[in-house]
């Protein structure tokens, strides 16, 4: 089941079918022991460029799920799919009315145990996603936190996803994600170039997403693998360490 696997998830990388990556930029990213790859994207998403992806993404042994924005893009043979909402959009398209459409039309045929909804929370004005879903980006730590108890235990949605596509996201408003979050995974994407940066949001989430690195510098994409994976030991050895002086 897609909500046991995603429990496990501590880095993923997010592949666009909208854009332009060689071979080898692929190979590394699905050779990179990164926990799953995440298909999906804001405009230009066809079944045809779905398909594409999928099928050179599937040469590897990676786990790969499809993200749907575009009810004609959905593609069969994913391990399992993820519908976001965005929390914070100004059209109810985004958050109610496509997903109502999707289930009218396709209901019948969706297999449950490999679906999961995401609340997405989207944060940079200047993204794209953020213009098309008339997003609401003027976010102070208190609206994060409504939004995260909007998500995680008034729906129980199973993941909140903070997205900053593109940009660094605010480390405070992360922070407080963290503190008010209860049983939701808690995904961070946005911005993540450098080192010091993952050690910066790593620590406060459950699992790290990385996108548009991977068309501007794969190898560092790659990177940001053993990066986080090393965070993750040292938060192990913290704990630890905790536990002995509390005997």
């Known amino acids: 089941m897609l909500d046991k696997k995603i429990r496990r998830w501590r880095h993923v990388f997010k ?45 590897y042994p990676v786990f790969c799920v499809q993200e749907i924005s575009k009810i004609d893009a959905v593609v069969p043979g994913f391990d399992g799919y993820l519908i976001p909402a965005v ?21 019948d045929f969706i297999p449950w145990n490999h ?5 997405y929370l989207t944060c940079n004005p200047e ?5 098309v879903t008339k997003a609401n980006t003027d976010l102070t730590v208190d609206d994060c936190v409504a939004y995260v108890r909007l998500a995680d235990r008034l729906y129980r949605l199973p993941i909140f996803y903070i997205e900053y596509s593109g940009t660094f996201g605010d480390v405070e408003i992360v922070k407080a994600a963290r503190s008010e ?8 994407g946005g911005g993540l170039t450098t080192e010091e940066q993952v050690k910066t949001m790593a620590p406060h989430v459950d699992t790290i997403v990385v996108g548009n690195l991977i068309y501007f510098n794969a190898q560092r994409a790659v990177q940001t693998v053993a990066w986080v994976k090393k965070n993750q030991q040292r938060k192990k050895v913290k704990r630890s360490q905790v536990k002995k002086r509390q005997k």
Not at 115 to 119: P, S, T
Not at 127 to 131: F, I, N
Not at 181 to 188: G, P, Q
């Open 15 to 59: 592949l666009d079918p909208n854009r332009m990556l060689s071979d080898l930029a692929l190979e590394m990213i699905c050779k990179s022991d990164t926990d799953a790859i995440i298909i999906g994207g804001t405009d230009g998403i066809t079944y045809e460029n779905t398909q594409q992806l999928l099928d050179r993404v599937r040469k």
């Open 87 to 107: 929390l914070n959009s100004g059209d109810t398209n985004w958050f109610l009315g496509a997903h109502h459409q999707a289930l009218k039309a396709y209901g």
């Open 115 to 119: 679906v999961l909804l995401e609340g």
């Open 127 to 131: 993204a794209k996603v953020s213009r």
């Open 181 to 188: 979050v209860s049983s939701a995974r808690l995904f961070y």
